[in-house]
RNA sequence: GCCCCCAUCGUCUAGUGGACCAGGACGUCGGCCUUUCAAGCCGGAGACACGGAUUCGAAUUCCGUUGGGGGCACCA
């Protein structure tokens, strides 16, 4: 399946370490995965981790989780290996401090020794005087012999890209169409740390130069730094990968989903209950359609049909409700089997009072089919099923209560239908049903009622 | 402030000059089915942001306006 050389298509998923498998990231790894195996090609994942400040514990192996979870599987990353190791940026230095000699010497880039205090003066004053937002390039025109001074004198320097003044840089997306860019607009931006760290700008460019990237998905919010590596690109002699700017996933409310909307990480999903691929399937629609009706689609019908050609350009917002319903309609075509399997692995996940902590897998089979046209996730089945494995059920008055009518009147029905049963001379269908029928007639309520509560 | 992107029902979308008084799905409303609920089935309401231009003809092309989003870090 994997195809690892040759001339085939090479995706790469590229998450840094800052946080969760936030919905976003997740579908543009989805994209990745199924552009990747519609064409025989290679998914190799890559970790972004150049800013050590933000580095978060433990993210990483969440993402990597959440990937497999949902049945996405790489074909080179960080835990499997591959030709091009390693596959986290901070273990690749060496690489882009090449990059930057070599860039540096050919005149595309420069030292620069401006404090971070004159940085933000510069920008405050810019702001004051509503002018060009950007690094004024004061380092640029150094003298080999200032160069010299500041260097003997021991300051920090960051190495910046120095952009043409002239001109102007195109991008041919696939989903965006021709975009250009103003070069003198852009400014002289950093592309080495003091740290020594690369900035994104710079190793994004450098390692999917070196993995061979054919396609570079990316979130809609990279477009306005394209034209930096494309430059990059240009002054290293490289031939740059094709680009897909992906348009944002938003709130309900329009703004940029985020925290205070919900669930914004994919496993938050997992816990209420939604099966991986209900949410595949959701996500890749949410920006690209195959037609004017197929909704409904399995991984492999997916694999198949992607493109990026039919990637949507405005934004979508995520409609949990629809998700919903999708949910349910996945979980109401599994066989009984899978579903009595899933519902036993979620309760394992996540254990919820009132379900045994290891469920007879022969009795949650069984159950399965009583439940299955109810559920919208996985969670709604615990209180639905709860009374098989109790041994007293209890019951709250008020779910007796039938509409229209109240409570004295329920426990007459109720101690009516009791005495009904007692008398009954066969426990049969037919007599319970003519029996309950004559009850409901003396009591001048309907079937409906008087049914609705003895369940 | 500057730069970039986007614009079809409430939402996700189909639509690439005539097959569109705009199709599908979620949601919503009504009905059917049913001992209740759910599921299912049938039906209804519901959109081309606005203004010019091109054209015999524009949701589809061009320009402008408005609206929304993103970016302008030694973060990604």
């Given at each position: 399946?994997?195809?690892?050389?040759?001339?085939?298509?090479?995706?790469?998923?590229?998450?840094?370490?800052?946080?969760?498998?936030?919905?976003?990231?997740?579908?543009?790894?989805?994209?990745?995965?199924?552009?990747?195996?519609?064409?025989?090609?290679?998914?190799?994942?890559?970790?972004?981790?150049?800013?050590?400040?933000?580095?978060?514990?433990?993210?990483?192996?969440?993402?990597?989780?959440?990937?497999?979870?949902?049945?996405?599987?790489?074909?080179?990353?960080?835990?499997?290996?591959?030709?091009?190791?390693?596959?986290?940026?901070?273990?690749?230095?060496?690489?882009?401090?090449?990059?930057?000699?070599?860039?540096?010497?050919?005149?595309?880039?420069?030292?620069?020794?401006?404090?971070?205090?004159?940085?933000?003066?510069?920008?405050?004053?810019?702001?004051?005087?509503?002018?060009?937002?950007?690094?004024?390039?004061?380092?640029?025109?150094?003298?080999?012999?200032?160069?010299?001074?500041?260097?003997?004198?021991?300051?920090?320097?960051?190495?910046?890209?120095?952009?043409?003044?002239?001109?102007?840089?195109?991008?041919?997306?696939?989903?965006?169409?021709?975009?250009?860019?103003?070069?003198?607009?852009?400014?002289?931006?950093?592309?080495?740390?003091?740290?020594?760290?690369?900035?994104?700008?710079?190793?994004?460019?450098?390692?999917?130069?070196?993995?061979?990237i054919t396609h570079v998905l990316r979130a809609e919010e990279w477009l306005p730094s394209?034209?930096?590596?494309?430059?990059?690109?240009?002054?290293?002699?490289?031939?740059?990968?094709?680009?897909?700017?992906?348009?944002?996933?938003?709130?309900?409310?329009?703004?940029?989903?985020?925290?205070?909307?919900?669930?914004?990480?994919?496993?938050?999903?997992?816990?209420?209950?939604?099966?991986?691929?209900?949410?595949?399937?959701?996500?890749?629609?949410?920006?690209?359609?195959?037609?004017?009706?197929?909704?409904?689609?399995?991984?492999?019908?997916?694999?198949?049909?992607?493109?990026?050609?039919?990637?949507?350009?405005?934004?979508?917002?995520?409609?949990?409700?629809?998700?919903?319903?999708?949910?349910?309609?996945?979980?109401?075509?599994?066989?009984?089997?899978?579903?009595?399997?899933?519902?036993?692995?979620?309760?394992?996940?996540?254990?919820?009072?009132?379900?045994?902590?290891?469920?007879?897998?022969?009795?949650?089979?069984?159950?399965?089919?009583?439940?299955?046209?109810?559920?919208?996730?996985?969670?709604?089945?615990?209180?639905?099923?709860?009374?098989?494995?109790?041994?007293?059920?209890?019951?709250?008055?008020?779910?007796?209560?039938?509409?229209?009518?109240?409570?004295?009147?329920?426990?007459?029905?109720?101690?009516?239908a009791l005495e009904v049963l007692r008398e009954l001379p066969a426990f049969d269908t037919?007599?319970?049903?003519?029996?309950?029928?004559?009850?409901?007639?003396?009591?001048?309520?309907?079937?409906?009622?008087?049914?609705?509560?003895?369940?």
């Amino acid at each position: 399946m994997a195809n690892g050389t040759g001339n085939g298509v090479r995706v790469r998923f590229a998450p840094s370490p800052t946080g969760g498998p936030h919905v976003g990231n997740i579908r543009t790894a989805i994209y990745d995965w199924l552009l990747a195996r519609g064409s025989d090609g290679a998914f190799v994942i890559r970790v972004e981790d150049t800013d050590q400040g933000r580095k978060v514990e433990g993210a990483i192996d969440e993402l990597l989780d959440a990937l497999a979870w949902l049945g996405i599987e790489w074909d080179e990353g960080p835990d499997v290996g591959g030709p091009h190791a390693p596959y986290v940026q901070s273990e690749r230095l060496d690489r882009y401090h090449d990059a930057i000699a070599s860039l540096i010497e050919n005149g595309a880039a420069y030292r620069c020794y401006c404090t971070p205090g004159r940085l933000s003066e510069m920008r405050e004053q810019q702001q004051r005087e509503k002018g060009q937002i950007g690094y004024d390039r004061l380092c640029k025109t150094l003298s080999a012999a200032e160069r010299g001074e500041r260097e003997a004198a021991g300051l920090s320097s960051v190495v910046r890209f120095a952009m043409p003044s002239e001109g102007v840089t195109r991008l041919d997306d696939i989903v965006r169409g021709e975009v250009s860019f103003e070069n003198g607009l852009v400014d002289d931006f950093v592309m080495l740390k003091g740290d020594g760290f690369p900035t994104y700008h710079l190793a994004n460019v450098v390692d999917d130069h070196s993995m061979e990237i054919t396609h570079v998905l990316r979130a809609e919010e990279w477009l306005p730094s394209a034209p930096r590596h494309l430059q990059i690109y240009d002054a290293l002699g490289w031939t740059p990968p094709t680009f897909a700017h992906l348009p944002v996933i938003l709130a309900p409310d329009r703004s940029k989903l985020s925290k205070r909307h919900g669930a914004t990480s994919i496993m938050e999903y997992r816990e209420q209950g939604y099966i991986a691929p209900a949410l595949v399937n959701f996500l890749t629609l949410l920006g690209w359609s195959l037609d004017d009706k197929t909704e409904i689609m399995s991984s492999a019908e997916l694999k198949e049909n992607f493109s990026l050609e039919r990637v949507s350009r405005s934004g979508a917002l995520f409609d949990a409700e629809k998700l919903t319903w999708m949910n349910g309609h996945y979980i109401r075509e599994m066989s009984d089997e899978d579903l009595a399997d899933g519902l036993l692995e979620y309760w394992g996940r996540y254990p919820v009072s009132g379900i045994p902590v290891s469920p007879d897998r022969a009795v949650v089979v069984k159950i399965a089919p009583l439940v299955k046209e109810r559920l919208k996730t996985l969670a709604d089945a615990a209180p639905l099923v709860r009374f098989f494995f109790a041994d007293q059920t209890q019951y709250e008055a008020d779910d007796l209560v039938q509409k229209k009518m109240d409570v004295p009147g329920t426990k007459a029905a109720l101690d009516g239908a009791l005495e009904v049963l007692r008398e009954l001379p066969a426990f049969d269908t037919e007599s319970i049903e003519t029996a309950l029928r004559a009850l409901a007639e003396d009591l001048g309520i309907k079937v409906g009622q008087l049914l609705g509560s003895i369940r």
